[in-house]
């Protein structure tokens, strides 16, 4: 895939993926489905559900490190902080050949960009959480999570 139809395919799915809704029982069945899912497929990864006020879920799989569990963080922080998924945010960036720890831009110490957190959009109201996995190339991280929120069944037609 080219790297403008990636960002097409991106911008896309940041305008599509909006909920009807979504609380704690949500973030619990979107997590734990992800976590199911990428046990199932043996990814060793970290599975992170968040407001900007605290975690909702959050699972290590087998396999996974501390170092995924603060990348999921980090990669968090990004997503709260541009209310764009993370791989957007990194496609952009790499497509206006801007480098992403430029001195005095993203802290590397509290931010990641790259793929895997994607915001949760309610209709009406916005970003109030983001979902994450860490583990699996950014891209992989990336499409697990969509997969995930889509498949809660709550997006607005």
């Known amino acids: 895939m080219s ?3 990636r960002i097409a395919h991106l911008e896309k ?3 599509e993926l909006v909920l009807r809704r979504f609380d704690r ?3 619990w069945e979107l997590g734990r489905s992800i976590a199911e899912r990428a046990l199932a497929e043996g990814h060793p990864v970290a599975v992170d559900v968040r407001t900007p006020s605290g975690v909702l879920f959050h699972a290590s ?3 996974a490190t501390a170092d995924n569990d603060a990348w999921a963080a980090k990669k968090a922080a990004t997503a709260l902080r541009f209310e764009t998924s993370t791989a957007l ?3 952009r960036i790499e497509n206006g050949g801007r480098d992403m720890y430029e001195p005095g831009w993203l ?3 509290v931010y990641a960009v790259a793929g ?3 915001p949760i959009r309610v209709d009406g109201v916005g970003v109030v959480a983001v979902a994450t996995v860490s583990g699996l190339p950014s891209s992989d991280d990336h499409d697990l999570v969509v997969e995930g929120i889509a498949g ?3 997006l607005t037609e």
């Open 89 to 91: 945010l990194e496609a």
């Open 13 to 15: 799915e940041h305008v």
């Open 152 to 154: 809660l069944g709550l």
């Open 107 to 109: 802290d590397p110490v």
């Open 3 to 5: 790297d403008q139809t």
């Open 61 to 63: 799989l087998p396999g």
């Open 116 to 118: 895997g957190s994607v």
């Open 25 to 27: 029982r949500d973030a």
